[in-house]
């Protein structure tokens, strides 16, 4: 489970009952750190001795629909036997976007990785990685790069796929290199809990919280300590609120705000800008009457956002 992607370890978690996902929630949290070369090993003896359809197909290795460690659930593995980041071998996946595989890497080992680069390096990468993960990127780096790598960004025009292409070999590498040699893929159960949970839906988060409150009221307290709900949104400062709006996109803003609390609504409008407040303020006027689970599913991206950042100690508490 956690060496699944955490929204795929999420996914999973529905297909269990109570006291299963309470008794592997519990186990989850006790792992202690893992190295990749386990997670490999692991997941190789899974796929060996698996009888689940579909998984195992002695003559089509190539499509075995099991996802890469740490990466996205969409992926494929095929049949290139190169060295890989878990070490053994190296699973060659297709992708629809150049720099794929850096949209599922934790902003802090994208900043090891891309703080040394050229201005014009890093802006590349920064225009394929998710709008969360190079704001994470770019507000680590010192105030003239962070100028340098902004003009580049906004400047880049067609990029050669062979220039793409080298970038992303060098790259592939140098993470290989990091997470073999200074353990940057290891996590321990308890983190790994908490982002699985991130991941999860609010029935699933509480039906685990709920468990293990009754099997152990201390580890429930921490873990529920290390989560964020939307409404919490109102417990944080006015430039930790202003973070999290600008790594929020509108359309799922304006549907959370469909239900979100009267005090909650004016503090978020009164962060903004009063023409953009007001068109906010318009929008979501417009939406009308909408299902609540559209309502919950935008607050819980929202949430995500703020446990992001919360994970990353860019979040103050008033």
């Not at 014009?120 to 990127?137: D, K, M």
């Not at 080298?166 to 290989?176: A, F, I, K, M």
Request: charged content about 25%; aromatic content about 4%.
């Amino acid at each position: 489970m956690v060496s699944l992607p955490p929204e795929v370890s999420a996914s999973v978690f529905k297909e269990f009952g109570p006291e299963e996902v309470q008794a592997i929630s519990l186990e989850i949290s006790k792992l202690p750190q893992i190295s990749p070369e386990v997670r490999s090993k692991v997941i190789e003896e899974f796929l060996g001795t698996s009888d689940i359809p579909g998984l195992k197909d002695p003559n089509q290795k190539s499509n075995t629909p099991f996802p890469t460690v740490g990466g996205p659930p969409t992926r494929r593995i095929s049949g290139d036997t190169s060295p890989t980041m878990g070490g053994g071998t190296k699973t060659t996946v297709s992708r629809q976007r150049p720099l794929d595989f850096l949209r599922n890497v934790d902003p802090k080992q994208l900043i090891v990785l891309l703080r040394k680069e050229h201005p014009q390096t890093i802006a590349l990468v920064l225009s394929y990685l998710h709008a969360s993960q190079a704001s994470a990127v770019i507000s680590e780096l010192p105030s003239q790069m962070q100028t340098e790598v902004a003009r580049r960004l906004a400047e880049i025009g067609h990029v050669l796929p062979e220039v793409l292409t080298e970038v992303e070999s060098v790259l592939q590498n140098r993470l290989y290199s990091l997470m073999e040699g200074d353990g940057l893929d290891e996590s321990d159960g308890k983190e790994a809990l908490v982002e699985i949970l991130s991941q999860s839906d609010r029935s699933t988060e509480e039906k685990i919280i709920t468990g293990l409150t009754k099997k152990s009221p201390h580890l429930a307290s921490d873990i529920k300590n290390k989560l964020c709900d939307f409404e919490d949104l109102e417990l944080i400062d006015e430039n930790s609120l202003q973070a999290v709006l600008r790594l929020t996109d509108i359309r799922d803003l304006v549907m959370a705000l469909k239900g979100a609390s009267k005090h909650l609504s004016e503090r978020i409008y009164n962060c903004m800008e009063p023409e953009v407040s007001k068109a906010l303020r318009d929008d979501v006027e417009a939406l009308g009457t909408v299902p609540w689970e559209n309502i919950k599913n935008a607050q819980q991206q929202v949430r995500n956002i703020l446990r992001g950042l919360v994970t990353l100690g860019k979040v103050k508490f008033k």
